[in-house]
């Protein structure tokens, strides 16, 4: 599809916060945003400013609050120095924002008895909005993975944390620390859901392991490669 038939709508940037050192929390707010209509683990397409043109590129939703007309969007920083990036660090109040209509690639399978949450700091923001989206008598299990404590991702409120470990000065490419974490849980035997959302060759290790380790369908793990070294994150490109 070209750019030109891409739907859009304008958002307004209402707050900006830093939740840790890697990660911003952007509030926007728009006409159009109380009729958008999401499933959790939900992103959408942000049209970026770079230069004489236009970078698309992709955000997790965080919360959907139609009654107030708010989106929020929660932002790993990194160290590329891609519009994206550049966006992220200086994005300001009242600085306005094209959006496109939320896609889900990922979503929650409601019927499974359990679900299971795997996923680097990136990922743990789709995914941990997924975990609040069901009830909470649903068991869940899982990990995440981050550089240090200080990077671990705020959940919800109320919500029983899942567990962080920390790769440190580790690769996060294939990271061995998660797949070790993972390993090392205790997970209920039956028919479960997997979620996994991270770099892409670690998602890779995560999926091979539940599969020829633990025995589990490759239908009931669903993957979301956020990012590959050297590529920017899935879904981006430019506006022609």
């Known amino acids: 599809m070209s750019s030109a038939r891409r739907a859009s709508m304008p958002t307004r940037v209402r707050s900006v916060r830093d939740l840790t050192p890697a990660m911003r929390e952007i509030e926007l707010v728009g006409p159009d945003v109380p009729?958008?209509?999401?499933?959790?683990?939900?992103?959408?397409?942000?049209?970026?400013?770079?230069?004489?043109?236009?970078?698309?590129?992709?955000y997790s939703v965080w919360r959907h609050d139609p009654r107030s007309s708010l989106l929020v969007l929660r932002v790993a920083l990194h160290d590329a120095g891609?519009?994206?990036?550049?966006?992220?660090?200086?994005?300001?109040?009242?600085?306005?924002?094209?959006?496109?209509?939320?896609?889900?690639?990922i979503t929650i399978d409601e019927s499974a008895r359990f679900h299971l949450f795997i996923g680097d700091e990136t990922g743990a923001v789709p995914l941990l909005a997924m975990r609040a989206a069901l009830p909470r008598a649903a068991a869940t299990y899982g990990v995440f993975e981050t550089t240090d404590p200080s990077d671990e991702v705020p959940d919800f409120e109320g919500r029983a944390p899942l567990p962080?470990?920390?790769?440190?000065?580790?690769?996060?490419?294939?990271?061995?620390?998660?797949?070790?974490?993972?390993?090392?849980?205790?997970?209920?035997?039956?028919?479960?859901?997997?979620?996994?959302?991270?770099?892409?060759?670690?998602?890779?290790?995560?999926?091979?392991h539940l599969v020829e380790q633990r025995g589990w369908n490759r239908h009931a793990i669903r993957v979301q490669q956020q990012w590959a070294p050297d590529r920017p994150g899935f879904g981006a490109g430019r506006d022609d």
């Not at 028919?191 to 996994?196: I, S």
């Open 164 to 208: 962080w470990v920390h790769r440190g000065q580790a690769p996060a490419v294939a990271s061995r620390v998660l797949l070790r974490a993972v390993q090392d849980l205790d997970l209920p035997t039956g028919p479960g859901a997997a979620y996994l959302v991270g770099e892409s060759d670690t998602c890779r290790l995560l999926q091979r």
């Open 35 to 58: 009729r958008l209509r999401m499933r959790p683990g939900a992103h959408v397409v942000a049209r970026i400013p770079d230069g004489d043109t236009i970078a698309r590129r992709v």
């Open 82 to 105: 891609g519009p994206g990036c550049t966006w992220a660090r200086t994005v300001t109040v009242d600085n306005r924002l094209s959006i496109e209509p939320p896609r889900t690639k």
